[in-house]
């Protein structure tokens, strides 16, 4: 390791490796790891499990770095890795590579929350010297909504780890027929809702509900279920594990993901990466992810997602789909990813 790191990573998220930041953290620190790229100081929560298996040096944000920002020890470019981070460098000369993921909460919260969620995110931009961001959904987004002063905007997609597993873990599931995947946190951008409703017409599949399930939607989910007599077809599985994940996949006839807000939306190349068949909406950025291997909602209405599945079944598994889909999903790689973030870190240092 060098004397004096010259990258100081922000990866506060980094403890929670069930949200979509706290992965983004670790595989890109991971892949940074395996290409021998040590010269990164990274600033975390609190220790973890995998900063054993690293040779980065780390700082502990404390709350205090919330106000007077983070002292660096030397480091010459601060990637903030998120657009709700509230770490940024003491120092206004630093560089910093500011990560957008998503403007999701232009779905989810009223006018004037998302007015004042612009207005910290357009504060950020300010301080920012470069943004990444993981689609060109997310990048037109920004492009809509914040004045990028010019600045420039990267787009570097997320990568796949997936396929890189090999140990699986099965998931007992109370039923014995195939069944459909819906992979992610169970919220209403998800719309979740449509997928238990549309079960009603494929009577004979299941549907899995793997993610984070604490949410009172995830409530009002469980209860729809029961309403339309689905408890034997239909079953909320909660957080899995990795090698859980990975199990869920294989085994599964398809991913089903009609989520109306998107940053980017991993879950489509991970099944992707097995050859598994995906059927998305056609809005946010699943399209640009998916290119033109899935299957695609035009209309979030249960009884047309049904018809396009059922349709599907007879021609969703033929090799040559199967071979198509795992050659789209390998052009999405976390070392790739590496590079780039090194390449546009190079440009400050």
């Known amino acids: 390791m060098t004397k004096h ?11 929670n490796l069930y949200s979509g930041l706290g992965q983004f953290c670790f595989h890109l620190l991971d892949a940074f790891h395996q290409m021998h790229e040590h010269d990164i100081r990274v600033g975390i929560n609190k220790p973890t499990q995998w900063l054993n298996s690293w040779t980065f040096a780390t700082t502990v944000l404390k709350p205090q770095h919330r106000y007077w920002g983070v002292p660096l020890q030397h480091q010459k470019v601060f990637h903030a890795t998120h657009q709700d ?15 957008v993921h998503d403007l999701n909460f232009l779905y989810k919260y009223s006018p004037f929350r998302s007015k004042l969620k612009l207005h910290h995110l357009q504060r950020k931009i300010n301080r920012a010297d470069c943004i990444t961001a993981v689609s060109e959904f997310t990048a037109s987004q920004l492009r809509a909504h914040v004045n990028l002063k010019s600045k420039p905007v990267h787009v570097i997609y997320n990568g796949n780890a997936l396929q890189q597993k090999t140990n699986t873990a099965k ?20 719309q979740v809702h449509l997928l238990i409703d549309m079960m009603q017409y494929i009577p004979d599949l299941a549907l899995c509900l793997a993610g984070t399930a604490h949410s009172t939607y995830a409530t009002l989910l469980a209860k729809q279920i029961v309403q339309l007599k689905l408890q034997s077809r239909v079953f909320i599985l909660g957080e899995v594990s990795e090698s859980q994940r990975l199990w869920l996949y294989q085994n599964c006839e398809a991913l089903v993901f009609p989520s109306v807000a998107e940053g980017f939306g991993l879950p489509v190349i991970e099944a992707m990466s097995i050859g598994k068949p995906v059927f998305i909406s056609n809005v946010a950025s699943l399209p640009e992810i998916a290119g033109s291997h899935a299957y695609v909602w035009n209309t979030l209405k249960s009884p047309e997602m049904a018809e396009l599945v059922n349709a599907s ?4 598994h033929m090799p040559l789909n199967i071979q198509q889909r795992i050659a789209h999903a390998a052009q999405f790689s976390w070392n790739a990813a590496a590079l780039k973030y090194l390449s546009i870190y190079q440009n400050y240092m």
């Open 5 to 15: 790191s010259k990258i100081f990573f922000e990866a506060y998220k980094l403890n």
């Open 85 to 99: 981070t509230v770490f940024f460098p003491r120092k206004k000369s630093v560089p910093v590579v500011l990560t």
């Open 171 to 190: 998931v007992h599931i109370n039923t014995q027929a195939p069944f459909l995947l819906f992979m992610g946190t169970l919220t209403e951008r998800k």
């Open 313 to 316: 079944l007879q021609t969703m």
